[in-house]
């Protein structure tokens, strides 16, 4: 075996979530869990994502709630303003709603209202994702609500090693962090280094390099930009896949360097189309690269509609990836 795999093994999206987790615990006694049904004997929640940690760490570090996410997300805020470092679970994106009092009022202005003397570092951690039939009420992605918020971070990982390093950043930010999760993402398999460290917020990756277009993207559509990536070189287009990570504060420096080289741009969001995150891409992408463009930025996003539960109309509601390769491919002439 060589040193590089020995370095590094191979593991899913939900089990660099408990390795990061477990470390930050670990490392700093302040940091603590709370949400509904994380503890071992609910058997670590709807997806086991943290099974063990409570049996570990006790039932005082990790904490199963009431289902109550206003309470959830009051009590992680108050936790934060004296010395704690929560990390506070709400089952499901659709369900921060109910918290948003706690969200935007509280937890995203105590930094500003205090003039600067009172941080609430929380990460608050959710699931959401299209796909699996949860229907309307369930799986949309909100990012752009939260994006829109000054004094909270947004971030999305794509795969294993992002999951763990942008969680350990996270937790050691001074201001809230909304931690998004999809369920395609979280069974997928990559390779973790084993000291795999923080990846510092606000950075975006490039896991594909190209000449000819770029898609920037992040979360799930990472995935499916990829399977879009074989069709694309059959009709001889070069696409550059820019996994933006951080979506506030997203990485312009990467993306306007990217689009400046390959002068197209096309932006892939699972969020619905209109008023999405993609706009305010598009719009800076236009504004500082508008003489460079050999095309109009375009954005790809869901239609404006509740997530339908019929897997016909639910696929069709989703982004595909012969959806990507047919916007790239209009883009680049082919």
């Known amino acids: ?75 992680a805020v108050g936790a934060s303003l004296v010395g704690f470092k929560p990390v506070a679970e709400i089952m499901l994106m659709n369900f921060t709603t109910v918290a948003m009092d706690m969200i935007f009022n509280h937890a995203a202005k ?44 947004v971030v999305a990982p794509s795969n294993p090693a992002d999951m763990k390093g942008l969680l350990l950043s996270a937790i050691q930010d001074p201001d809230p962090v909304m931690f998004i999760e999809t369920g395609m993402t979280l069974f997928s398999p990559g390779e973790v280094a084993a000291d795999q460290g923080p990846i ?59 689009v400046a080289k390959t002068g197209r741009c096309l932006v892939v969001h699972e969020a619905v189309r209109d008023f999405g995150p993609g706009g305010e891409i598009a719009a800076t992408v236009s504004e500082e690269l508008f003489g460079q463009l050999k095309a109009p930025v375009r954005r790809l996003g869901a239609p404006k509609c509740a997530v339908p539960f019929a897997k016909v109309l639910e696929d069709a509601y989703l982004i595909q990836p012969g959806d990507v390769a047919a916007a790239a491919k209009a883009l680049c002439g082919k």
Request: glycine residues 10%.
């Open 200 to 258: 510092p917020l606000g950075k975006a990756s490039v896991p594909v390099p190209g000449t000819d277009i770029t898609i920037v993207t992040w979360s799930t559509q990472v995935l499916r930009c990829m399977m879009a990536l074989e069709e694309l070189g059959a009709a001889g287009i070069s696409a550059e896949i820019v996994d933006l990570r951080t979506i506030s504060p997203w990485d312009k420096e990467t993306v306007l360097a990217s």
């Open 1 to 75: 075996m060589s040193d590089q795999q020995a370095a590094a093994k191979q593991i899913t999206v939900l089990e660099a979530y408990k390795l990061a987790l477990a470390d930050a615990m670990r490392d700093d006694d302040q940091v603590l869990v709370l949400g509904e049904d994380i503890a071992d004997p609910e058997e670590g929640g709807v997806v086991g994502i943290t099974k063990g940690l409570s049996s570990e760490f006790g039932d005082l570090r990790v904490r199963t709630t009431p289902i109550a996410e206003e309470a959830i997300i009051g009590a």
């Open 110 to 153: 105590l930094r500003f209202m205090s003039g600067g003397q009172t941080s609430v570092p929380i990460v608050i951690r959710t699931l959401t994702g299209a796909g699996w039939q949860t229907a309307g009420q369930h799986c949309n992605h909100l990012e752009g609500w939260f994006a829109h918020a000054a004094g909270i971070k």
